[in-house]
């Protein structure tokens, strides 16, 4: 029984995709961590920036059951897909299942993504707006690959990922931290949102046959293998050259030099994808590397900031 219930777990966590989960962190946790450091550190700022966490987490992992039912549903994990092992596909949960587990797990976002904005909103203005964010990114986490018409088949999941992880993870943590908007800040929060549609970018070159082959229109289908690497080039270097300018206009050098440190190995990286476009299992080890360097922006950011932090307290 207890071997039952362990192989049972490990299913489930299978399908969570635990892996991604900094990601989702490293997205909201920019803005967290200016925040923290801007506008205050009270014990009331701090479980708002749990919550904040908790709930991408939770959107992270609604995102990872939804597409690995809808790809099953929609019949694009087929025995040809490179890529890790999709529960629904395999049998090893079924169909009707999973969709429960979608539903509890949206609910679980939407119960701490509320918990969250009245923590730090209460009954303001800015209550109606986030709370149609929150239900926005639930949607948009659902109908990535679920639904009768989901737009990752449409080319639009680049989009949507730039939108949630970038624009709404980062200026959206650190509104909730500050209720108030620092334009300046789309720069880094463009810039993480870039970095996730890297990771989304090697996830759909490495399936490029497999999607073409079930009708999942990828904009790395669109575009066709070589032209997705050269879109690669493109996302990760602006993603570089915004954090770059926003640090030079804060005039935050530290933050400067550790980021000018970093070029190498993106640029090693992307030499050693562009050596692995014949092989998609060799892209799919990159995979890593990609989620890896959103982590490592959100290190950069965090050491910078407390290096600041440590600073303003002496």
């Not at 596909?89 to 009707?96: K, L, R, S």
């Not at 980062?170 to 620092?182: E, I, K, N």
């Amino acid at each position: 029984m207890q071997r039952g219930n362990s192989k049972g777990l490990k299913t489930w966590l299978t399908a969570m995709r635990p892996h991604t989960l900094p990601l989702a962190i490293a997205a909201v946790g920019i803005g967290i961590i200016t925040g923290l450091r801007t506008c205050g550190k009270s014990t009331s700022e701090i479980v708002t920036a749990l919550l904040i966490v908790a709930t991408a987490v939770a959107l992270q992992i609604l995102a990872n059951l939804a597409n690995d039912y809808g790809d099953a549903v929609h019949g694009v994990d087929a025995k040809r897909r490179v890529g890790p092992v999709r529960i629904v596909q395999a049998g090893a949960i079924p169909p009707h299942t999973m969709r429960r587990a979608i539903q509890y797990t949206a609910l679980l976002a939407l119960v701490l993504g509320l918990t969250a904005l009245w923590h730090a909103l209460g009954w303001s203005r800015g209550l109606l707006f986030w709370t149609a964010v929150g239900l926005a990114a639930i949607w948009a986490a659902v109908r990535y690959t679920a639904g009768a018409n989901p737009y990752g088949y449409r080319s639009l999941g680049d989009l949507f990922v730039l939108i949630f992880f970038g624009w709404v993870a980062g200026l959206g943590s650190y509104y909730l931290l500050c209720t108030q908007v620092d334009l300046r800040f789309l720069l880094p929060s463009t810039a993480m949102g870039l970095l996730a549609v890297g990771v989304l970018n090697i996830n759909n070159m490495r399936d490029i046959e497999s999607d073409q082959a079930s009708g999942k229109i990828t904009l790395a289908v669109r575009l066709g293998i070589r032209r997705a690497y050269w879109y690669q080039v493109v996302v990760y270097s602006i993603a570089w050259l915004l954090i770059a300018l926003y640090a030079a206009m804060e005039r935050d050098w530290i933050k400067w030099w550790l980021w000018m440190a970093c070029m190498p190995a993106f640029g090693y990286e992307l030499w050693k994808l562009h050596k692995d476009l014949d092989d998609p299992r060799a892209i799919a080890s990159h995979l890593k590397n990609s989620v890896l360097f959103a982590v490592l922006t959100f290190v950069v950011w965090a050491v910078a900031e407390g290096i600041k932090w440590l600073e303003d307290a002496l």
